[in-house]
């Protein structure tokens, strides 16, 4: 109903301007007086976590994305290798798994079938399995040895958006926990991480009220046949998740790739107007990115570049530049993510699509 909206014309949007909050909330109460991170619902002690010697993190759709995102994370900070897998192909493989294996299960209605089924599969196999959901006491986290909420309330529209960047933040604060418990980082340095983290809603704040040339933005993607979303490192989940977003409310056709890739195959999509959008923050695959931009440009590609505030030479060579805060380098795919978000947003009002309930889709998937 239209007061359920609080004055938005769809769930999605209002759900989109509500994740600084939501990313507070999930930040909160996460450190006891002496700033060391306390999970205290995770219920597993510190031998279990030193002892753990790989992550698999398995989920559907936009939850795993995040799980990409996460992997980035984890791996750098807590040292211990990360494989990112669609919960539907986990299930019916044989994954080595041991008790020293944690499984760390996405969803954010805890209800997918296939991420259920996923995790009962590792624990069958006497691997911990971590469940991260946003509804409290779902199927999921009933299954699961230990439970990190979000707290991003209740998502309506199809499309998930607060749901993702709460998952990001969720596993940006299980990355700093197990840094902390495994020793990989020293307090200072897991304490100043999380003071990164929290700094991000109000950053996300200025992203979103920057959302004015986006729906300009959106009016030539809206036009397209094909959209093509690059980027590098924790930017090619971004460009997944762009991607997904566009194709599953405007219904255009829409591919994310790694841009090291494009030359063995996707380039040849390229043609004379075509959109691309480039995730160019910087960071250590910065100029790897720019290139990729340049590769595009010289077939004729319209490029559109989400950068950090003040890199100008991004602009010599991408048509439109959306500008994001600077931030430490993992933490930018909750910025990044936010245009692309109101992109989709403004491309499927547009074309006059059923933004909050997209043909074909639901909300939550319980069938096979
Ligand atoms: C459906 C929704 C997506 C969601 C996916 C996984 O496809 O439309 O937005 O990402 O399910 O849902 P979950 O609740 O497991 O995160």
Redesign the pocket.
Same mark, same amino acid.
């Not at 989920?59 to 795993?64: I, L």
């Not at 996405?106 to 997918?112: H, K, V």
């Not at 889709?361 to 998937?365: G, N, S």
């Given at each position: 109903t239209a007061a359920e909206k609080q004055g938005y014309p769809h769930f999605m949007l209002k759900e989109i301007h509500e994740q600084p909050q939501a990313i507070a909330d999930t930040l909160l109460a996460r450190t006891d007086p002496d700033g060391r991170i306390v999970l205290d619902e995770l219920r597993f002690d510190g031998a279990d976590l030193r002892s753990a010697d790989k992550v698999y993190v398995v989920?559907?759709?936009? &939850?795993?994305h995040a799980g990409l995102v996460a992997k980035h994370a984890i791996e750098h900070w807590a040292g211990i290798g990360v494989e990112v897998e669609i919960a539907s192909e986990f299930r019916y493989r044989d994954p080595i798994l041991t008790p020293h294996t944690i499984v760390v299960a996405? &969803?954010? =209605?805890?209800?997918?079938t296939d991420?259920i089924a996923a995790a009962a599969h590792a624990r069958d196999q006497r691997a911990r399995v971590v469940a991260i =959901?946003?509804v409290v006491g779902s199927t999921?986290t009933r299954e699961a040895d230990a439970v990190l909420y979000t707290r991003a309330g209740p998502e309506i529209a199809?499309? &998930?958006t607060k749901?993702?960047t709460t998952?990001i933040a969720a596993l940006g604060v299980l990355a700093l926990f197990l840094a902390q418990e495994r020793r990989k980082l020293f307090p200072e340095e897991c304490r100043d991480q999380l003071a990164r983290l929290e700094q991000l809603p109000e950053l996300m704040e200025q992203v979103l009220e920057a959302d004015g040339h986006l729906a300009e933005l959106a009016e030539r993607i809206a036009r397209a046949d094909y959209v093509m979303f690059i980027g590098r490192h924790n930017g090619v989940p971004i460009a997944l998740e762009g991607a997904l977003k566009l194709k599953?409310i405007s219904y255009l056709h829409a591919e994310g790739f790694p841009a090291g890739e494009m030359k063995h195959g996707p380039i040849a999509l390229i043609d004379s107007g075509g959109p691309v959008i480039a995730i160019a923050t910087r960071g250590h695959v910065h100029s790897k990115v720019v290139s990729n931009i340049q590769e595009v440009k010289a077939r004729g590609a319209e490029v559109t570049a989400i950068a950090t505030e003040g890199d100008t030479a991004v602009k010599e060579h991408a048509d439109h530049v959306v500008y994001v805060p600077e931030v430490h380098e993992l933490l930018y795919p909750i910025l990044t993510v936010l245009p692309l978000q109101a992109i989709a947003y403004h491309a499927a009002v547009l074309l006059g699509r059923d933004v909050d309930q997209p043909r074909n889709?639901?909300?939550?998937?319980t069938v096979e």
């Open positions: 989920a559907c759709g936009t &939850s795993y996405i &969803s954010q =209605s805890g209800e997918t991420t =959901s946003n999921l199809v499309a &998930s749901a993702f998952q599953e889709l639901a909300k939550t998937v």
